[in-house]
């Protein structure tokens, strides 16, 4: 069976699986998260199945950000996340890509951070950058 087939956002999509539906575009889609980190948490997920960010045609990218900005001022938070995650190792549990709106009410409630910055030489940064430069002009 595809992965599209069991794909579970698919399946909330095609309303096979229920959803509080907060906000819906022809691309788009919006609904609370079933485990939210605060009140209000949602998911925004594209109507095309995409694995990872980077596998998404661009005109779902373009309506995706409008509708996590309208989800965000639905929550009513003053703070909030806007989180998004591509492959097990950075934290994605669903092989489908989505955004996550995340209200930040207070300390306790929400999205959690560390940040272990590292601490480069600007000749690190600029061959890091450099190389990033290679692989986008070999595209």
């Known amino acids: 069976m595809s ?3 069991t794909c579970l956002f698919c399946k909330i999509i095609k309303r096979e699986i229920p959803s509080t539906k907060i906000f819906e575009t022809e691309l788009s889609y919006a609904f609370l998260d079933i485990g939210p980190l ?3 948490h ?3 997920i594209p109507k095309h199945h995409a694995k990872f960010l980077h596998e998404l045609p ?3 990218l373009a309506d995706l950000l409008p509708v996590a900005k309208k989800v965000a001022i639905a929550t009513g938070a003053d703070q909030y996340n806007i989180l998004q995650n591509n492959g097990r190792l950075a934290h994605q549990e669903v092989d489908h890509v989505h955004f996550h709106v995340i209200p930040k ?3 306790t409630e929400g999205l959690g951070i560390k940040w272990p910055a590292k601490k480069p030489t600007f000749e690190e ?3 890091t950058g450099k190389k990033m430069l290679e692989r986008l002009q070999s595209d």
């Open 3 to 5: 992965s599209l087939a």
């Open 42 to 44: 949602s998911l925004v």
């Open 105 to 107: 009410p207070n300390e």
């Open 58 to 60: 661009d005109e779902y």
């Open 38 to 40: 605060s009140e209000g």
């Open 125 to 127: 940064i600029e061959a």
